[in-house]
């Protein structure tokens, strides 16, 4: 059983900096992505940014340029550090663990809220 466990959400004004941490733990983890994912309300849930075991980055468009997603896989951690925030990234945030244990996994986190203010 793969268990993910997010922290650093919450409220910021519009410019403003915010840093989520996620932890992924579980017997015998290979994990080979990490990323984080948000869903607005009433939006369908959308790709923020995800780093790959070799180190490969990607982001979702919106973003590039504010936000870095950074750790390290071979701890099973990962950050996504988020800069020059606007009202339009207001959503739940999910971590999201990719790899192998017993047989592979796709596991998500519980989320965590970002709210930015105008």
């Known amino acids: 059983q793969v268990q993910l466990v997010e922290s650093g959400g919450g409220l910021v004004q519009a410019g403003g900096s915010l840093r989520l941490s996620c932890a992924a733990s579980?017997?015998?983890?290979?994990?080979?992505?990490m990323g984080w994912y948000r869903q607005a309300l009433g939006k369908e849930r959308e790709l923020v940014a995800v780093?790959?075991?070799?180190?490969?980055?990607n982001y979702a468009d919106s973003v590039k340029g504010r936000f870095t997603i950074s750790g390290d896989i071979a701890k099973n951690t990962v950050y996504l550090q988020m800069n020059n925030l606007k009202p339009e990234d207001t959503a739940v945030y999910y971590c999201?663990?990719?790899?192998?244990?017993?047989?592979?996994?796709?596991?998500w986190g519980q989320g965590t809220h970002v709210t930015v203010s105008s």
């Open positions: 999201n663990a990719k790899g192998y244990q017993t047989w592979d996994f796709d596991s």
């Open positions: 579980g017997s015998g983890l290979v994990v080979r992505y």
């Open positions: 780093v790959s075991y070799k180190g490969s980055t």
